[in-house]
């Protein structure tokens, strides 16, 4: 018996020093990634590090964090920041943000507030902490502007994985992001829709593609330059908005310049109502607005069913063509 009882106690002083090994470890990272930071040129700071959660998990709370990377061009700043892991497994990540903090780019500082915002996260466990997989739930979402109105959402989902299988790419990730009930700022609303015919919501939003980067998301990208997108295939595109009721499948890659190539196969259901909505909200001018209404009209009949259009959306040469009719610029993928 008193075998047994030392060894039990053998054993629970050797965790005991294990996880105050950990926890000290851990601490002394963060402080030691911070100081990088600041010699590297960035606004580092942080109040307090505590990491308490003994015997079996290891709960780190950094308070007053500031953040910035001029060279990259954004800030963050929140009164604390906390990622729990278990003592066993310190590469399976609880991230939970705080119900406000503020980012910052060169458009200007957005204050972020929310009921609930937290994150699993599972990286590889070693230093360069590549991204295996993440969930971020959110609930309660607002996004003051820099430009005055809020932006709200009353849930959202993100979800990522790396790409698996022998056809896979080295840098792929499946992502997919689904929102609900997304409210517009007043003055937003009012400009894209003046006449009040939408609801003031957007009912969902969701989008599951695979991306293909040109390198890892790991902590050197986070610390330097992000890894740029080269090519996104889009498997599930859809947004309700009232009457509104758009879908869309396809790929795009990015060019030589660096702007998006390649299509997207639309499906919209009420399509004059976007037409207008975008029209009225400048996107388009009333004479190509024309021309989309008489070019994707006869598309639309040609398929028997004049309220719903199937059209592909064309990115080429710098610039985007709905059906036959150009429509504006296509957008930048990556630096190149």
Do not use: C
């Not at 892991?85 to 957005?110: K, M």
């Not at 006449?195 to 986070?222: H, K, Y």
């Not at 040609?302 to 199937?310: I, R, S, Y």
């Amino acid at each position: 018996m008193r075998v047994i009882l030392a060894i039990v106690a053998l054993g629970a002083l050797g965790w005991t020093g294990w996880w105050f090994a950990v926890a000290s470890a851990k601490e002394a990272a963060i402080t030691a990634w911070l100081d990088e930071r600041r010699a590297s040129g960035w606004v580092a700071e942080a109040s307090a590090i505590d990491v308490e959660g003994f015997p079996y998990r290891v709960d780190t709370t950094v308070r007053g964090l500031e953040l910035a990377n001029p060279d990259a061009g954004w800030a963050w700043s929140a009164p604390q920041f906390q990622f729990l892991t278990l003592a066993y497994q310190p590469n399976h990540l609880i991230a939970i943000w705080p119900d406000a903090q503020t980012i910052a780019t060169v458009f200007g500082a957005t204050d972020v507030r929310s009921e609930t915002m937290r994150g699993s996260l599972v990286v590889e466990p070693d230093t360069r902490l590549t991204l295996r997989r993440t969930a971020i739930e959110i609930v309660g979402l607002g996004l003051t502007l820099p430009v005055g109105g809020v932006i709200g959402i009353e849930s959202a989902m993100l979800t990522t994985r790396q790409a698996e299988g022998p056809a896979a790419a080295p840098f792929a990730h499946e992502m997919a992001f689904t929102a609900e009930t997304l409210s517009l700022p007043d003055d937003l609303l009012r400009g894209v829709d003046p006449t009040g015919v939408l609801s003031p919501v957007i009912e969902t939003a969701r989008f599951d593609v695979l991306a293909t980067f040109d390198g890892p998301w790991d902590r050197p990208a986070i610390e330097g330059v992000p890894p740029a997108l080269d090519a996104l295939e889009i498997r599930d595109m859809t947004l309700t908005w009232g009457s509104l009721d758009l879908r869309g499948k396809g790929a795009l890659t990015a060019g030589a310049d660096g702007y998006a190539v390649g299509r997207i196969d639309l499906r919209a259901r009420n399509w004059r109502e976007m037409i207008d909505l975008a029209e009225r909200a400048g996107a388009v001018s009333s004479g190509v607005a024309g021309t989309m209404r008489g070019g994707l009209g006869l598309l639309a009949r040609l398929a028997g069913d004049g309220e719903t259009l199937e059209a592909p959306l064309d990115f080429a040469d710098g610039r985007v063509f709905l059906g036959p009719v150009p429509i504006g610029r296509a957008p930048r993928m990556a630096s190149r």
